[in-house]
């Protein structure tokens, strides 16, 4: 990534400050009549997005986005003005960009998988806000100001076959972990590949097992958590991939309770509400996990108000200290 100099440097000669010539209601109306016009020309592609959310549970999260950005947006709106300048020379080749995956994605419909296909329309459409957001407010206020936009990435629905892996890293995962709670409980199993025997029971760690819906919630949380409370770009990243091991956790965790319990207590609890309906006991104890972490992270940030980091948040520790 280039340092806020360097893009200092390369954005000057393409940055016009706009001043007096076209005031910040001018700015806002450009930009939200492009808002405009985008999802016009995208809604079907956006409508098709909408079901595929609200079926599978994969993507059960996208829907979610628009609204948590809206709401990032809104409790932002205090933060101090920032000098805005037009970026044509970023802008616009972020702008072409989005138009030609969009078109890419039009001229190969015949040969793509249908979510290859919206794959790439919402990716285009989403580049095209980036790109209109630059145009209009500048690389400062995108770096600064852009989380929302940036955010939104999570409305690109990958391709099936991207999605797989990450579900079948968490589903192995979570295995080696039960694995390991069933020899440190002394529990005699036998295991090959995702299946254990225990005695009276065998059981196999599905593609349902990986929990893809905390894994969901969890991941939004992590970068959420990162943008308002952490200020160092690789602690963001820690947090964030910090998901995979923390879910292997609680998931392995989980298939450790159930079937201890099933094999030495009571066989119905492997058809019970702890099997069935207890993922949010466990999603409860890896949001705890995460939130230690992030108070971790935040060891050497504190005393220095993060960017992002909700209004009224410092000001209360600090008057307390004084």
């Not at 040969?111 to 296909?117: I, K, N, V």
């Not at 580049?127 to 936009?149: H, K, N, S």
């Not at 995702?194 to 009276?200: A, D, I, N, T």
């Not at 079937?259 to 509400?273: E, H, I, N, R, T």
């Amino acid at each position: 990534m280039l340092s806020d100099q360097k893009l200092g440097v390369g954005s000057q000669a393409s940055e016009v400050s706009l001043g007096e010539a076209a005031p910040s209601t001018a700015r806002h109306l450009v930009f939200v009549l492009l808002l405009i016009a985008s999802v016009a020309a995208y809604w079907t592609p956006l409508r098709n997005l909408a079901s595929l959310s609200l079926q599978e549970e994969e993507y059960s999260h996208i829907i979610l986005i628009p609204l948590m950005g809206l709401a990032v947006l809104y409790w932002e709106k205090k933060r101090a003005p920032l000098s805005l300048h037009s970026s044509l020379g970023v802008g616009a080749p972020v702008l072409l960009a989005g138009i030609t995956v969009n078109c890419l994605a039009v001229g190969y419909s015949t040969r793509l998988s249908q979510d290859s296909y919206l794959f790439l329309r919402i990716l285009s459409l989403v580049t095209l806000w980036i790109g209109g957001f630059v145009l209009c407010y500048g690389t400062q206020a995108f770096r600064a100001r852009g989380f929302p936009l940036r955010f939104s990435l999570l409305m690109v629905p990958l391709p099936r076959f991207l999605m797989h892996k990450p579900i079948e890293v968490i589903q192995h995962g979570s295995a080696n972990v039960a694995s390991l709670f069933f020899k440190l409980a002394g529990v005699p199993v036998f295991r090959d590949g995702m299946r254990f025997s225990l005695p009276g029971l065998d059981m196999e760690v599905a593609t349902q097992c990986s929990g893809i819906h905390s894994s969901l919630a969890l991941f939004v949380l992590s970068l959420l958590l990162g943008h308002f409370y952490l200020k160092s770009g690789w602690k963001k990243t820690v947090l964030s991939l910090s998901v995979f091991p923390i879910i292997s956790l609680t998931n392995g965790f989980r298939i450790f309770t159930v079937s201890w319990l099933s094999a030495y207590v009571d066989m119905s609890f492997m058809k019970g509400d702890l099997h069935r309906k207890g993922g949010v006991l466990f999603f409860l104890l890896g949001l705890m996990l995460l939130a230690c972490l992030v108070q971790l992270l935040r060891i050497g940030e504190r005393g220095k108000q993060n960017v992002a980091e909700p209004s009224g948040f410092m000001e209360v520790s600090v008057s307390s200290q004084q």
